[in-house]
């Protein structure tokens, strides 16, 4: 197997293997955990780059309150196409698909996932997907215009493309079920010898939660779309007023997979940033216990509050009653891992390295997030905010300012691991200035404007409301500078970047134990584990003797 | 030590755990569940609002049909149970010849289905038709309903139908034998799932009082 380049003894990385195919079809073809991880990557970040364009083009449109770039129409479809493609195809899949993938069987010592096969349908759905999205953008008719959610009748009156929008999503779903359905098959059976529940890192930990979540709650949203599309094509009855089916009813069933993708959306990053907390601070992580069982909480709790999406557009008092109850509840577990990950950091010898920067963003934006929330939560302030730009703000907080620097927490902190190089620290440190500042300044006045009364989605707003908007505006240049310093510089890296070790932040779970990038079948003997994840007591007790 | 470290390594290669596979099926089976469930939550919904048409929707089907497709599937439940059990024994052919009968069951199934949906569409019961937009909103529902749900479970007899198939294949070529028939197991699970889903719909379309 050993090519001749390559010292005796020593095993050729995952880049350099011999393969049964060449070029290209050796990755588009691999059913390796770490290609098949690297592919995601690639096709997420082309989406996200496009979605990201869409977001600038459209606060470029809000300068001015009358059309400033485009025509109302394009603007419905902008709108549409952002939360498609951010949702379905970039924050959904960025964390458990690139980093589930290429460290959940590194971090429990197994040699691939499960069902490696699976894994590669995975992606090839996801492509799929992803290729659907694009065509219902050119195909005559237009891009879709009904805001990501689909919601029915216009949904099924509309005569833009809404059946291949649909349709990508439905099978970004079933791509998205099928990668939870093998992880929690990968958790279950393929642990290294040793490694109990409660030896398991807390980023394996929350990819468990939150693939049971892709298990159960996909499905929902797959049948709900699939039958708008039978709707659409054979006039069915089952959702269209005038056939007798209730809209509402539509809203339900989206929001019951909906929701609960929120928290697909946002557990995996609190797991990446279980991971970086505990390396960054040279202490054990406080609180193991409660962390792991608050994916789960969240998990659970998570499925049962869907309607707080509803609360305007009728229901029984009793039934606003408990939803807005249940989402209070959600939030419990949601402040202990922020609690449990403040209080590592104390008393910690905390390395403000580039990861622990953006999980530094993470914590206090996701808290923004989580508390702006529990005030949509609360009956009241929901009537007065709905269909706002404070919603807007909020989800912003929670997705981009939570899982979106999770994602760039996650990508600095495994960059290393991944291609084996590092990249300049320097600017990947003035990208965390720009990308924090900039997206601050521009969902800041968000949640300003919707308080003060701006709806969600219009194209012309009142004159009073300019000063803010363009505040915002500013804020996404900011950021878009920001994310641009911060790729350029990762990809700077992948060719010039200097060679790293196997271990380059002092991290203890078992990724690091192995080379950078690491061989094929990532360990040569399966490992056994004997201590919990994050084991610094070697330094904790060095720092007291200091004392 | 190096037998062990080539051992080990070897291990990793050929890792079967015939347990882990099914518990995938399983896991499969619930989205499977799921899917279904949305649109039984559906049902329930609206079978509330509209009781009476639902009643009166139910009157246009036959129960005798309905009753036959339901004693064929439970049937080819049994013959592909036993089919596992023969190949457990090492009857190689007889497992063969189970797993057809059941695949034959299906084809039954599905003819009786298609001379069903015909009937429908010969006397107007079908989406958009003239006839049926005539009648009350509940009765549209109803047959809405019953057009996709029957819909998309004879698309999971067709499914279930191929997977059993590929399976007559890796019997015959040795794949699945005496002491690995996982995947007979698995495709025999999914086929569980088509007859158990069907079990209520059976009921909830045919049997409203």
Redesign the interface.
């Given at each position: 197997m050993a090519t001749p380049a390559v010292l005796a003894g020593a095993e050729p990385d995952f880049y350099h293997v011999s393969t049964k195919r060449k070029g290209i079809l050796s990755w588009i073809l691999s059913t390796d955990h770490k290609r098949i991880g690297l592919l995601y990557l690639g096709t997420i970040l082309f989406f996200f780059f496009a979605a990201v364009t869409l977001g600038f083009l459209m606060r470029l449109e809000m300068l001015k309150p009358e059309g400033t770039i485009v025509q109302p129409q394009t603007y419905n479809t902008f709108f549409t196409l952002h939360g498609i493609i951010m949702i379905f195809l970039f924050v959904i899949p960025i964390v458990p698909a690139v980093f589930g993938n290429f460290m959940i069987p590194l971090m429990i010592g197994a040699k691939d996932v499960f069902f490696p096969r699976l894994n590669l349908l995975s992606w090839w759905l996801f492509v799929a997907g992803g290729i659907m999205a694009l065509t219902s953008v050119f195909l005559p008719g237009g891009a879709a215009d009904t805001g990501w959610t689909f919601y029915v009748p216009y949904s099924i009156r509309t005569t833009t493309n809404v059946i291949p929008a649909l349709l990508a999503a439905f099978t970004l779903g079933f791509s998205s079920i099928l990668t939870g359905l093998n992880f929690i098959t990968t958790i279950h059976r393929m642990r290294a010898p040793g490694m109990d529940w409660f030896k398991m890192p807390l980023f394996v930990w929350a990819s468990y939660a939150t693939s049971w979540i892709q298990v159960l709650a996909t499905p929902i949203i797959g049948i709900t779309l699939l039958l708008v599309v039978i709707e659409r094509l054979f006039g069915v009855g089952i959702f269209d007023p005038t056939l007798g089916g209730d809209p509402v009813l539509y809203q339900h069933m989206f929001w019951m997979y909906s929701h609960p993708a929120v928290y697909i959306i946002i557990l995996p990053a609190m797991g990446v940033v279980s991971e970086i907390i505990p390396v960054f601070a040279r202490r054990t992580i406080f609180g193991y216990r409660f962390i792991a069982y608050s994916s789960l909480a969240i998990a659970f709790v998570g499925s049962l509050v869907w309607a707080h999406h509803m609360f305007t557009v009728g229901m029984s008092n009793t039934g606003m009653f408990v939803f807005s109850f249940l989402t209070f509840l959600v939030a419990i577990p949601s402040a202990i891992k922020i609690f449990n990950w403040v209080a590592t950091l104390y008393k910690g010898s905390i390395d403000p390295d580039v990861p622990l920067l953006y999980v530094l963003s993470f914590i206090v934006q996701f808290s923004i997030g989580g508390f702006t929330g529990l005030m949509l939560g609360a009956l009241s302030v929901n009537i007065h905010v709905t269909d706002t730009y404070f919603v807007v703000g909020h989800f912003h907080y929670v997705m981009f300012g939570g899982t979106g620097f999770g994602f760039f927490a996650a990508i600095h902190y495994w960059f290393p691991k991944m291609f084996g190089k590092m990249y300049n620290k320097t600017r990947a440190k003035i990208a965390w200035v720009l990308a924090t500042i900039g997206f601050n300044t521009l969902y800041i006045p968000f949640l300003i404007l919707g308080y003060l009364g701006m709806p969600r989605r219009y194209y012309h707003y009142l004159p009073q409301f300019q000063t803010l908007h363009q505040i915002a505006t500013v804020g996404s240049w900011i950021l878009v500078l920001g994310l641009i310093i911060m790729f350029v510089n990762l990809f700077v890296a992948l060719w010039n970047g200097s060679k790293t070790s196997a271990n380059p932040w002092g991290g203890e779970t078992l990724e690091w134990t192995v080379a950078s990038p690491p061989p094929l079948e990532n360990f040569d003997e399966i490992p056994t584990v004997t201590t919990g994840p994050y084991d610094y007591s070697k330094y904790e007790k060095a720092s007291q003797e200091a004392v | 030590m190096t037998t062990t470290?080539v051992g080990?390594?070897a291990v990793?290669h050929v890792?079967r755990?015939d347990?882990?596979s099914k518990?995938?099926m399983w896991?499969?089976l619930?989205?499977?569940l799921?899917?279904?469930?949305?649109?039984f939550?559906?049902y329930a919904?609206?079978r509330f609002?509209?009781q009476a048409e639902f009643e009166l929707g139910a009157k246009e089907l036959d129960t005798l049909v309905g009753t036959i497709n339901t004693m064929v599937l439970l049937t080819s439940s049994l013959t592909v149970a036993m089919s596992i059990t023969a190949i457990q024994r090492g009857n190689k052919k007889l497992s063969m010849l189970l797993v057809g009968i059941t695949i034959a069951l299906a084809l039954v199934f599905l003819v009786n289905k298609y001379f069903e949906w015909s009937h429908k569409f010969a006397v107007g019961l079908y989406?958009?038709s003239p006839e049926l937009l005539t009648k009350?909103?509940?009765e549209?529902?109803y047959f809405?309903?019953y057009?996709?749900m029957t819909g998309l479970h004879a698309l999971h007899v067709i499914i279930g139908a191929i997977v059993l198939a590929v399976n007559i294949r890796f019997i015959q070529r040795d794949i699945i034998t005496k002491d690995s028939y996982v995947k007979l197991e698995v495709g025999a699970l999914y086929w569980h799932l088509v007859d158990i889903i069907w079990i209520f719909l059976f009921p909830l379309f045919y049997l409203v009082h």
């Open positions: - | 470290a080990t390594h990793g890792h755990d347990y882990g518990m995938g896991l499969f619930f989205t499977e799921i899917l279904f469930g949305g649109m939550v559906i919904v609206y609002s509209h989406p958009q009350p909103q509940g549209i529902l809405g309903l057009f996709v």
